[in-house]
C-alpha cells in the first residue's frame, strides 16, 4: 500500500495544476510563509531543499526563540513549524528545486525533470555559513563549533574560546562574546585584516580579547559528550604546529546566500542576497517574493527570518486577490 506522502509525490509529478505559491526552501522563513498561506486558503507546495528545515536543523539548543522558555532543540523546532504548515493544507516535500523560469507566467520551478506551475513563488533558500573544510565540523557543530554567536554565546560563560576570521564579522562576533566568556582569541591567518578600523579598534583595544595572526586552525579536538578541549594551529609563515586549549570555536567568516539557482533570472546585490523593496518581501518580478537570511544579510535570526516568511505570505496573497 502507498502512503499518503509517496501518493502526493506521485500526483505532483503528473498533475500540471497551476498552484497558487510554491515555497522553495524551509527553515523558519520558508514553513512560516508556509503557515500564513495555508490559513489563507492558498494550498502551498513547499520544495524544503537538501536541508530541511534549514540551518536550525545543525543547531542544538534554540532559548532565544519567544513561546520555548526552557528552550528548544533546532531541529524539534522545526518538525513544529512543519507540522503546524502541514495542519493548515501545506503540502512540504524534500526535493530540491534545480530551476526556475520566472519569464511568463504562470511561473515554472522544476525539480530535475518534473515541472511545477505557479501564479507566486516565495523563495526562502537562506544563507549558508562559510565552513572551513574541517573533518571535525560535522561531528562538533552544535557541540563546541558555532556559526552564530548571538544565538550560541550564552552557552559559554566563563570559557576560553576562539573566533576565526579578519573582518567585520569576526571583529564583531568576538566583541559580543565578551559579554560571556572569560577569554575570546582571534585566529587570523595573515597579519592584515579586512576589517574596518573601528571595528578591528574596537576588538583590539578590549582586554578580554587577545589577537593571534599567521595562524589558520588545523584541526579540532573534542567529542559531541565532551565538547571542544583544544584545537591545533599551524602557523602559515613557519609551517609549525602548536596546540591552543579552548572550549569553543566561532566561525566569524561570513556567509553565502543560496541564491546560485536565481543568478541572472532575479535582481541580486553584490554580495549574492535577493533584493527586496524596502519593507516588504516584493522582488523586481511580480509575483516573486524574498524572505529570510537569502534577503537579510544583517541580523540573520530565526525569529526575524519567521517574521519576514509572514511578510512574504501575505504579499503573495495580496497579489494573487489584485490579478483577480
Request: a negative charge; one cysteine or more.
Amino acid at each position: 500500500m502507498l502512503t499518503k506522502s509517496l501518493v502526493n509525490n506521485i500526483n505532483l509529478m503528473t498533475d500540471k495544476t497551476i498552484h497558487n505559491t510554491i515555497i522553495i526552501g524551509s527553515g523558519p522563513a520558508g514553513l512560516t510563509a508556509a503557515i500564513y498561506a495555508g490559513r489563507a486558503n492558498l494550498k502551498p507546495i513547499v520544495f524544503e531543499g537538501n536541508q530541511p528545515g534549514g540551518q536550525l536543523t545543525i543547531t542544538t539548543d534554540v532559548e532565544n526563540f519567544p513561546g520555548f522558555p526552557n528552550g528548544v532543540m533546532g531541529p524539534e523546532m522545526m518538525d513544529l513549524f512543519r507540522d503546524q504548515a502541514k495542519r493548515f493544507g501545506a503540502e512540504c516535500f524534500f526535493k530540491h528545486v534545480t530551476k526556475v523560469d520566472f519569464s511568463s507566467k504562470p511561473y515554472k520551478v522544476y525539480v530535475g525533470d518534473e515541472e511545477f506551475l505557479s501564479e507566486t513563488v516565495i523563495i526562502s533558500t537562506g544563507a549558508s555559513a562559510r565552513m572551513l573544510g574541517l573533518k571535525e565540523e560535522e561531528e562538533l557543530m552544535g557541540y563546541g563549533i558555532s556559526t552564530c554567536a548571538t544565538c550560541d554565546g550564552y552557552f559559554f560563560k566563563d570559557k576560553n574560546i576562539v573566533v576565526v576570521g579578519g573582518g567585520d564579522s569576526a571583529m564583531e562576533e568576538a566583541s559580543f562574546l565578551t559579554k560571556f566568556a572569560k577569554k575570546v582569541t582571534i585566529i587570523h591567518r595573515r597579519e592584515v585584516f579586512k576589517a574596518s578600523k573601528i571595528m578591528f579598534d574596537r576588538a583590539k583595544n578590549n582586554p578580554l580579547i587577545d589577537i593571534m595572526v599567521n595562524k589558520s586552525i588545523d584541526s579540532i579536538i573534542g567529542s559531541q559528550k565532551e565538547g571542544v578541549s583544544s584545537i591545533v594551529l599551524n602557523d602559515t609563515v613557519s609551517g609549525e604546529k602548536t596546540t591552543f586549549e579552548c572550549e569553543g570555536v566561532f566561525y566569524g567568516i561570513g556567509h553565502n546566500p543560496n541564491t546560485n539557482l536565481f543568478d541572472r533570472v532575479i535582481d541580486l546585490d553584490d554580495n549574492g542576497y535577493i533584493i527586496t523593496k524596502p519593507d516588504s518581501s516584493l522582488t523586481n518580478i511580480p509575483g516573486v517574493f524574498a524572505c529570510g537570511d537569502v534577503q537579510d544579510d544583517h541580523y540573520r535570526q530565526a525569529i526575524t527570518a519567521a517574521g519576514s516568511g509572514c511578510m512574504a505570505a501575505i504579499d503573495a496573497e495580496k497579489y494573487l486577490e489584485d490579478i483577480e
